[in-house]
């Protein structure tokens, strides 16, 4: 066996609906701009350019549960529901119409993102990491296997702030299909066992603030409720000056 010189990191894992046995993440990928409302709303035209890939660290994922910190460097915190594909076996160019041969399950999530740090970084070119790959900016439910609910390719996905209605759109709206995103991100990079792929948001995003209640789902997959913890993580920015 292995002997590591510092403790191993934990493995992070996803619970799976029903079962006792988890499903362990190997990396988060996530879509820009995949529903042409939020698209229009973030200032862009909608028309089909190729999708564009981020990530997520493996341990920003948390359970959509309980609280969720309040992060540090912004002040201005957004949620993005988001349809959360979950790789059971990799592969290189798969082709659209194999895709979902390579899908375990799916389940709901929100990306996370300090809206202000991804504007400062659009506007200087730089990189999204603090924007997007913060620690726990991935909540996402327990996960649903395609041998229970088979494909979704419609269905309502939704998300509330306190019981207000914030963002809705339906699956059938995504500009690029699941299969396709399946397809684009194998030709960039190997596709593994655990991969998970964070598929867009419609329309509607916003701020959140400390003590919001932020609930949320899609049809026929999962729903989640968590809280923005009270007090905000480290408000000072390293930034200002
Ligand atoms: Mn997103």
Request: charged share 20%; hydrophobic share 40%; with cysteine.
């Amino acid at each position: 066996m292995t002997e590591y010189v510092i403790a191993q990191p934990a493995q992070p894992s996803l619970a799976i609906v029903g079962e006792d046995a988890r499903f362990p993440v190997r990396r988060i990928f996530c879509v820009g701009r995949n529903y042409a409302d939020h698209a229009r709303e973030m200032g862009h035209d909608p028309d089909r350019e190729p999708p564009f890939f981020f990530s997520k660290p493996h341990d920003a994922l948390i359970p959509a549960e309980g609280e969720v910190p309040y992060p540090s460097l912004t002040r201005d915190f957004h949620f993005e529901v988001e349809l959360v594909v979950a790789i059971g076996i990799g592969g290189c160019d798969i082709a659209p119409a194999d895709a979902q041969s390579h899908i375990w399950g799916y389940t709901v999530g929100v990306d996370l993102t300090r809206r202000d740090l991804q504007a400062d970084a659009k506007k200087s070119g730089r990189p999204w990491d603090w924007a997007k790959g913060f620690d726990k900016s991935a909540p996402a439910s327990p996960l649903l296997p395609v041998s229970k609910i088979g494909h979704p390719e419609s269905g309502s996905i939704w998300l509330d702030v306190n019981g207000e209605p914030r963002q809705r759109g339906d699956l059938a709206d995504q500009i690029w299909p699941v299969k396709d995103i399946i397809s684009y991100l194998s030709r960039a990079v190997a596709l593994q066992p655990g991969d998970l792929i964070f598929t867009g948001t419609p329309a509607g995003v916003g701020a959140l603030q400390p003590g919001d209640v932020v609930t949320g789902g899609i049809e026929g997959i999962n729903t989640f409720s968590f809280t923005i913890a009270s007090t905000p993580r480290t408000p000072a920015t390293i930034n200002e000056k």
